[in-house]
């Protein structure tokens, strides 16, 4: 007899094509119920609805734009949702993922990386024929920019850039004047083909306020240089930056350019949406307890990411095992959290003891510790909050959205 796939067990596959929450909510499934093959992966509904609304707002109250780092879910539903909120466009890191966006209905992306490579550039190309696809991807090398030209110059093309101003012992990024210069001219070799949009940076891999502020003005001087020296050539111009742990700093620095020319200033935010237990959360009660924009807003982000796992062995007095593991749930950034406890067939979830704690994880088996007497039963079922949600969404596939009483409203597919 042929084995019964049902269509959310992770890795079947089941549900090739989106469908629409309407279809979904027909077929009645409920996590509480144990309609879903645990462990998996969901998404609060009223969270994710909280989130865009107050990121949208959050931006709107600085006058900037939004871009928001897609590689952080690869979820064309939630890149929807995004763009439906006033979203400007969907950040990206690879060649492979703009043309997922692409083939999604993504019509604007900054690829926030330098376009290297034959097979990369062609891709890009091939979407680029497209008049409605607006593209841009970043430079800081002479080299960078005259293999873009000879490529995009062959095909008849012309791509556009933003310089990406970097530091000292960080990651990419021009890093001196001498750099600049020498790409600012082979940027001027290439007209017609590398038309310069604007500038950008990632503060991310700065740690101290100060000194982010400080490069963040760099940043600012950088593009209004540009516009005094009539050397941008989209109008409005860009001025890109902010990952999800200093986006407020960014909102405010470059919220104050004035560089005598229309400008779109473009936060790049992507754990936003989701949030977590840990260093965004960290992040967020200082931008909470700081920027006066947030204070005003009163609620904050709120984590809309679990991981539920059954408990599948009581082998000591203060020790369970729970089937979830490092296949199931980012670790890089700190342990799952145990957040509720439901025992099929009660009424509800409930908080758990602040005791319980993972300790150590498997490839698909998660240490709990307990204490001796704590009510905790084999098939019980344990909620995990996760920090660092991009080391989540890449291990599934099909992502469930569930209200609060557990009702499956929709189904997020991940193209990784």
């Not at 941008?232 to 104050?256: H, M, N």
């Amino acid at each position: 007899m042929a084995a019964t796939v049902h269509p959310l067990d992770k890795g079947i596959g089941g549900l090739d094509a989106p469908c629409a929450p309407e279809e979904i909510a027909a077929r009645g499934w409920n996590l509480f119920e144990e309609d879903l093959s645990l462990p998996a992966a969901v998404l609060s509904q009223p969270r994710l609805e909280h989130n865009l609304a107050w990121m949208q707002r959050f931006a709107a109250e600085y006058g900037v734009q939004l871009a928001p780092h897609g590689k952080t879910t690869m979820a064309p539903r939630l890149f929807a949702r995004q763009l439906d909120a006033g979203a400007w466009g969907v950040t990206l890191a690879t060649a492979q993922q703009v043309r997922a966006a692409y083939a999604h209905g993504v019509r604007r992306v900054l690829m926030a990386n330098q376009l290297v490579g034959r097979r990369n550039m062609a891709i890009v190309a091939e979407l680029l024929a497209d008049p409605s696809f607006e593209f841009f991807c970043l430079v800081d090398s002479v080299e960078q920019v005259r293999q873009l030209a000879a490529f995009f110059g062959a095909a008849g093309q012309r791509v556009q850039v933003l310089i990406e101003l970097g530091v000292q012992g960080g990651r990419t990024g021009v890093r001196d004047e001498a750099q600049w210069q020498a790409v600012l001219e082979a940027l001027a070799q290439a007209q017609g083909t590398v038309k310069l949009a604007g500038v950008e940076v990632y503060e991310g891999v700065l740690k101290d306020e100060a000194v982010i502020r400080a490069f963040l003005q760099r940043a600012v001087e950088a593009v209004h240089a540009l516009a005094r020296a009539g050397r941008l050539e989209r109008a409005p111009a860009v001025l890109s930056g902010a990952g999800s742990a200093w986006y407020d700093v960014v909102a405010e620095e470059f919220s104050k350019a004035d560089i005598g020319v229309p400008l779109d200033v473009v936060l790049r935010p992507g754990c936003y949406l989701t949030h977590d237990v840990g260093a965004y959360r960290a992040a967020q009660t200082r931008i909470q307890a700081s920027n006066p924009i947030a204070r005003r807003m009163q609620s904050s982000l709120l984590p809309a990411l679990q991981v539920w796992a059954y408990v599948q062995s009581v082998p000591e007095p203060e020790l369970a095992i729970v089937a979830l593991g490092k296949r199931d749930a980012a670790f890089d950034a700190g342990f799952p959290l145990p957040a509720a406890h439901f025992r099929p067939g009660s009424s509800a979830p409930a908080a758990v003891p602040e005791h319980w704690a993972i300790t150590g994880m498997m490839d698909q088996h998660a240490y709990l510790k307990i204490a001796a007497g704590d009510d905790l039963r084999v098939g019980d079922m344990l909620a995990f909050d996760i920090s660092h949600p991009c080391l989540t969404f890449d291990k599934w596939r099909q992502i469930p959205v569930i209200d609060d009483a557990g009702q499956v409203v929709d189904i997020v597919q991940t193209y990784f």
